[in-house]
């Protein structure tokens, strides 16, 4: 080597050397590196943020949900109330003739009535000569009758829809095929 030459720098050295001169010297590459750590700091708070609303969203769905479940029955047990009261009054006279008594059950059980039906509480009380639906109906024996095979010969117990969906099956005969 000779003295006047200059000593070779690593290319380590070389891409730092480079580095610093450009940030030196204000380059674009150090000003596209800022822009981009600034656009990473903006999506990584974006992010935190749109993950802490998601839990928070889901965290309100599940209280909805809670409270639905808890007070689910309240309009119904509210409609019942009427009808708690019409048979509480009915005990509370001694002395009701039993026509008295048999005008309150009749009442009451209006009362009823209107309770289940504002709930969609509806009664499943096929016809004699209707179609046997399984879906609905409980066959509880099967009968000889004049009538069409499968089809009903009479209720035994009326069943009871809630919102389309059957609460108790209607208790029924059935006419037996030929």
């Known amino acids: 080597m000779n003295a006047h030459e ?3 720098t690593p290319p380590d050295a070389l891409s730092a050397d480079a580095a610093a001169a450009a940030a030196a010297a204000g ?11 600034a656009r990473h700091a903006e999506l990584s708070d974006a992010y935190l943020r749109a993950k802490a609303e998601g839990e928070n969203i889901r965290r309100r769905a599940e209280e ?6 808890k007070y689910a029955v309240e309009a119904f047990a509210e409609s019942l109330l009427p009808v708690k009261d019409s048979l509480e009054a009915a005990i509370a006279i001694p002395a009701a003739t039993p026509e008295q008594m048999l005008e309150g059950v009749h009442a009451t059980l209006r009362q009823l009535g209107a309770a289940l039906q504002r709930n969609k509480v509806v009664e499943i009380s096929p016809a004699a000569g209707a179609k046997f639906d399984p879906h609905q109906h409980q066959a509880i024996s099967v009968v000889p009758a004049e009538q069409e095979p499968n089809t009903v010969v009479a209720v035994l117990q009326k069943g009871y829809l809630i919102a ?3 609460l108790r099956p209607a208790l029924v005969t059935v006419s037996a095929s030929s």
Not at 27 to 37: M, Q
Not at 64 to 69: D, M
């Open 164 to 166: 389309d969906r059957v």
């Open 64 to 69: 909805e949900v809670a409270k639905a479940r």
């Open 27 to 37: 380059s674009p590459a150090t000003g596209a590196a800022s822009d981009l750590e």
């Open 6 to 8: 200059p000593t070779p």
